[in-house]
């Protein structure tokens, strides 16, 4: 005697148990809920629960050519801002129904142009984007029309709509602040200046204020840490001029400052210290720095809702917002 197999619930037993109908599970289902009360959206998940319906993604795939799935692809993992980024992205995007795939760069150039090109081959939806490669390099690598937006790297000109700090400005004031306090002499530390948009608008910032800039540039992949800190107290030593260390990016702040605090280098009196800070961590190192506050969450946030109207045919109200650092 065979086993009578146990039925595959599908949409309709769903509507039924819940008492609805399948247009509105439908509807739940991509998550759309701006037409049915908090009261029938809970029938609609207990149903999906007590029956453990599974929907066919496949199916509706082919049906809405929709596959609520965002490509997001962020320039370094390792990066602490990168994490955050992601966050908030992912956070707003499930909070409508969508999925963020995250795909990391790793600060290669080559590994984005595979990535963009795999992208481009598949189903997403849209592609939330911290780039390395200028839109030209983009559109050749995708090779088909898809909604893209831009965060934390600033293209000009950009044919998509762009989420960024005022990273000029930022650095500037920065710059200006210990300038005030007699801090002529500045080392720049960074990753390479000129493979991202973001570090090049920092060091102008910095440049429009400082007349005497050294800068020491710290390869992503990997270095020698005490050859770093050896060329950073030699220009440090050579300057008769109180000096300001600035940290592009706050990896390098954790990487190097703990050596300098427990050396007395950074004694805040003739050599101290500021950058960008994503964290609690790096002000407390040295609670008396003043340092640059980014927002990468909110970015994050940013860039998916403006990737979300987008899908859903809004209206975008702005081709650029800016999340503004500050200086505390």
């Given at each position: 005697?065979?086993e009578?197999?146990?039925?595959?619930?599908?949409?309709?037993?769903?509507?039924?148990?819940?008492?609805?109908?399948?247009?509105?599970?439908?509807?739940?289902?991509?998550?759309?809920?701006?037409?049915?009360?908090?009261?029938?959206?809970?029938?609609?998940?207990?149903?999906?629960?007590?029956?453990?319906?599974?929907?066919?993604?496949?199916?509706?795939?082919?049906?809405?050519?929709?596959?609520?799935?965002?490509?997001?692809?962020?320039?370094?993992?390792?990066?602490?801002?990168?994490?955050?980024?992601?966050?908030?992205?992912?956070?707003?995007?499930?909070?409508?129904?969508?999925?963020?795939?995250?795909f990391?760069?790793d600060?290669d150039?080559?590994?984005?142009?595979?990535?963009?090109?795999?992208?481009?081959?598949?189903n997403?939806?849209?592609?939330?984007?911290?780039?390395f490669?200028?839109?030209?390099?983009?559109?050749?690598?995708?090779?088909?029309?898809?909604?893209?937006?831009?965060?934390?790297?600033?293209?000009?000109?950009?044919?998509?709509?762009?989420?960024?700090?005022?990273?000029?400005?930022?650095?500037?004031?920065?710059?200006?602040?210990?300038?005030?306090?007699?801090?002529?002499?500045?080392?720049?530390?960074?990753?390479?200046i000129?493979?991202?948009?973001?570090?090049?608008?920092?060091?102008?910032?910095?440049?429009?204020?400082g007349?005497?800039?050294?800068?020491?540039?710290?390869?992503?992949?990997?270095?020698?840490?005490?050859?770093?800190?050896?060329?950073?107290?030699?220009?440090?030593?050579?300057?008769?001029?109180?000096?300001?260390?600035?940290?592009?990016?706050?990896?390098?702040?954790?990487?190097?400052?703990?050596?300098?605090?427990?050396?007395?280098?950074?004694?805040?009196?003739?050599v101290?210290?500021?950058?960008f800070?994503?964290?609690?961590?790096?002000?407390?190192?040295?609670?008396?720095?003043?340092?640059?506050?980014?927002?990468?969450?909110?970015?994050?946030?940013?860039?998916?809702?403006?990737m979300?109207?987008?899908?859903?045919?809004?209206?975008?109200?702005?081709?650029?917002?800016?999340?503004?650092?500050?200086?505390?």
């Amino acid at each position: 005697m065979k086993e009578e197999k146990s039925k595959t619930a599908n949409i309709k037993d769903v509507a039924a148990l819940a008492d609805t109908s399948v247009a509105t599970v439908s509807r739940y289902l991509n998550g759309d809920f701006g037409r049915m009360s908090p009261k029938t959206a809970q029938k609609v998940q207990e149903a999906i629960d007590k029956l453990n319906y599974v929907p066919n993604s496949v199916a509706r795939q082919m049906k809405t050519k929709s596959s609520r799935m965002i490509a997001v692809v962020v320039s370094n993992i390792d990066d602490y801002f990168s994490t955050e980024l992601f966050k908030g992205i992912s956070s707003f995007l499930e909070s409508k129904g969508y999925i963020g795939m995250l795909f990391d760069v790793d600060a290669d150039i080559e590994r984005e142009e595979r990535l963009l090109k795999a992208i481009g081959e598949q189903n997403f939806d849209g592609l939330i984007l911290q780039p390395f490669s200028d839109p030209q390099k983009i559109r050749n690598l995708i090779r088909r029309d898809i909604p893209i937006v831009i965060v934390d790297r600033e293209m000009d000109p950009n044919p998509w709509p762009q989420v960024v700090t005022d990273n000029y400005e930022a650095a500037r004031q920065a710059t200006q602040y210990y300038s005030d306090k007699g801090f002529t002499h500045v080392i720049v530390m960074s990753s390479e200046i000129e493979a991202a948009r973001t570090r090049e608008e920092r060091y102008k910032g910095i440049k429009s204020v400082g007349n005497k800039v050294n800068v020491v540039e710290v390869p992503e992949k990997s270095y020698n840490h005490a050859e770093i800190d050896k060329k950073l107290l030699k220009l440090i030593q050579n300057s008769d001029e109180k000096t300001l260390i600035f940290f592009l990016k706050e990896r390098w702040l954790l990487e190097f400052m703990p050596s300098l605090l427990i050396e007395g280098v950074v004694d805040n009196k003739t050599v101290t210290a500021t950058g960008f800070a994503d964290t609690d961590i790096a002000r407390q190192l040295e609670p008396k720095l003043t340092l640059i506050s980014q927002d990468p969450y909110l970015m994050g946030a940013s860039a998916a809702e403006v990737m979300y109207d987008i899908v859903s045919d809004k209206e975008v109200p702005d081709d650029r917002i800016v999340i503004e650092a500050k200086l505390e």
